[in-house]
């Protein structure tokens, strides 16, 4: 299993220069939210914009040279370790201006600050993001999309028209209820899987974060599909089923979309070319799907949209093309987001053997019968479960940041930020603050229960509760009109195989 937790930058539309960005962990942490205000300094007394810290530019070539090899300070430094470098340097707020064919961008690492821009953004977030899949859109096969605008990259009315359409099915709990059968049925094929593909040294092999984008894939095809694809079948799907070709697909996309958005060279012509070879594999394949789905939906005229499927829903209140931008959103968005979220927490918990002894009691007593199907209630009896995924998300966020424009001239750290400025949240700044959550490197998934009486029981640590940390330093799936429009399955897909696979190893 992969080492480098916490390094990897979610692709798809994550990670601030790639673009993604987070959700409120509770409905009662957004009320107490609600209830403050965050404009506590008046802007016309602020330091103004230009004083902002930050790396000087040097005349013509600007900062550029800082980010090159040999010579720049932050050569191909990870995200991550990038912000790190720039807060103890600066501060928490930070400018990073004059990199060529960009707009400046303000750095933030401060929750009080992130409150403040999510408080601007109005009913229409902008958040820019894949550049390159706008311009396939756009240029490449608007015969095919017909200024259907994407849910990832579109701003103002055309993202709110989409999001509108995916958000009527994808946020209804009732809807969501239909796919907790299929997802487990994935969960145990893939724990089979597991089993399968384990060494004779019982270690999993090196490909296993391959193997978990798979699962995110088989999974996300339940939603934007209305299909299993076999991408977890024995023996393996030939290269030319749907499954492995869109796994190529989906995988290629993410990788040249960091390529040729966040890190361009010479080679981005030929990548380009790479790139959308791989997105039509994914109009193909989705649009062989909504074709049957459609035929599907001519057989049973009348039914109530309460015993519809996302896609069905999406195309009796639309059309097949919009049904095809949300099923490759799903794609481009649900995949290496889950696989990595669950990639990250299966490293947690295998190198805390005190967490896995409270899980599987937990899991004991609610799951009595190993290969039972994990309802909805059951997930409601397993905190423990909830927390390890939480505790997991909170130091190595897969989403690691998140960008806006801010809608209005706001004060951030003291600094006038005028209206329109693009602004990077560093939520993974704030989510392992000492601030915001003592001793911020232990795991400890006590942190997220509700009393201490509960942390203190079995085997539980008593640990600091998140509930004193500000709401804002930690949310893994965004916030707002913009936030993470699958969370709930992300969390349902995440909770169920856990539950499965740690009930597996008792
Ligand atoms: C653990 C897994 C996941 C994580 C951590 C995650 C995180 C995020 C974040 C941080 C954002 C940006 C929110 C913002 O800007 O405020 C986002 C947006 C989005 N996510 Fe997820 N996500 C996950 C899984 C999924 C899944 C499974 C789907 C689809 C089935 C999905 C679909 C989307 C879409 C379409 C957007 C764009 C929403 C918009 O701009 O309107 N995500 N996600």
New binding site residues.
Partial sequence: MNAGVGKKLATG??AVTNN????CHSVKFRQETNRSNPQTQDFGSALPYEAIPGPKPVPLIGNFWRFLPLIGSYPRDNQVELVKKLKKRYGKIIKLSSLPGRPDIVIVCDPKDFEKIYRTEGIWPK?DAMPSYKYYRDHVRNDFFDGVGS??TEQGRE?HSI?NVANTPMLNPKVASKYIQPINEVASDFVERMTRIRGRDEMLPATFSNELNKWALES?AL?AMDTRLGCLDDPESPESSDAHRLVEAVLTMMKLTYDLDVSPSPMSAFRRKEFNRAVDVQIDISMKYINRCVERISRKEGESSETQSILEHVLTTSNKTVACVVAI??LH??ID??AR?MENALVHLSTNSRAQRCLREELKLVLPEVDSPVSQEDVLKLPYLKACIKESMRITP??IG?LREVGKDVVLSGYQIPKGTVVAMYHVEASNSPEEFPEPQKYLPERWLRDSEEAGRGDRAYAPSARNANPFSFL?????P??????R??NLE?EILLAKKMEGDV
């Fill in positions: 539309i994550a993604h960005a987070l959700f958040r849910m990832v993202w999001r996300v939603l959103d799903m968005a649900g987001t889950t979220s897969t989403a998140s893994p799936f965004g916030f707002g913009r936030a993470c429009i699958g969370q399955f992300a995440m």
